[in-house]
T-cell receptor
Framework: KNEVEQSPQNLTAQEGEFITINCSYS?????LHWLQQHPGGGIVSLFM???GKKKHGRLIATINIQEKHSSLHITASHPRDSAVYIC??????????????FGKGTKLTVNP | DSGVTQTPKHLITATGQRVTLRCSPR?????VYWYQQSLDQGLQFLIQ???????AKGNILERFSAQQFPDLHSELNLSSLELGDSALYFC??????????????FGPGTRLTVL
């Protein structure tokens, strides 16, 4: 079963700072998800990626399949980015299990 | 708004009781997933239905069951409730059947409190 580690667990930043959140997993995969959970509890899918890099507004997600590692970057952070960011991967090897397993999340607080 | 609806938003009940959580997927989505999020365990996959059929099963207790109806809405039934079942229960939906390889759209969740 895939094990997912996220770092850091908690992150406090000042508005405008560049943020990086990391995700490592143990079993080779071909898809990785980044989710955002708002303080109210709602979950939004930010990215699903299988290689390289994806960008959406101020958010950038990268993945290195060989190193089993992904990063989520936020440029010019804003207080509204304050949320928990969760990484999720398939529970088994490529072509195997299609259930998602989740990291414990990174709680980001951006102060004005 | 993801287009996925869940009812009720909050549910408070007693140990030993049975409850039903309801989910309506986005229009056009055939897959429905159920997840449990507790403080100590984080998000965990429970079960997936695709077009009315069970597609994948996770760490779902025998006291829990689910089904997907012909109109594609789904219900999660939790019985003989215990204090440890208190959690947020999310439903998600996707167009395709391959859960880990499809973007999933999450509902607002149902917060279950068992007293």
């Amino acid at each position: 079963k895939n094990e997912v580690e996220q770092s850091p667990q908690n992150l406090t930043a000042q508005e405008g700072e560049f943020i990086t959140i990391n995700c490592s997993y143990s079993v080779g995969i071909s898809a990785l998800h980044w989710l955002q959970q708002h303080p109210g509890g709602g979950i939004v899918s930010l990215f699903m990626l299988s290689s390289g890099k994806k960008k959406h507004g101020r958010l950038i997600a990268t993945i290195n399949i060989q190193e089993k590692h992904s990063s989520l970057h936020i440029t010019a952070s804003h207080p509204r980015d304050s949320a928990v960011y969760i990484c999720a991967v398939p529970s088994g090897a490529q072509g195997g299990s299609e259930k998602l397993v989740f990291g414990k999340g990174t709680k980001l607080t951006v102060n004005p | 708004d993801s287009g996925v609806t869940q009812t009720p938003k909050h549910l408070i009940t007693a140990t030993g009781q049975r409850v039903t959580l309801r989910c309506s997927p986005r229009s056009g989505d055939l897959s429905v997933y159920w997840y449990q999020q507790s403080l100590d365990q984080g998000l965990q996959f429970l079960i997936q239905y695709y077009n009315g059929e069970e597609r994948a099963k996770g760490n779902i207790l025998e006291r829990f069951s689910a089904q997907q109806f012909p109109d594609l809405h789904s219900e999660l039934n939790l019985s003989s409730l215990e204090l440890g079942d208190s959690a947020l229960y999310f439903c998600a939906s996707s167009e395709g059947s391959r859960g880990a390889y499809n973007e999933q759209f999450f509902g607002p969740g149902t917060r279950l409190t068992v007293l």
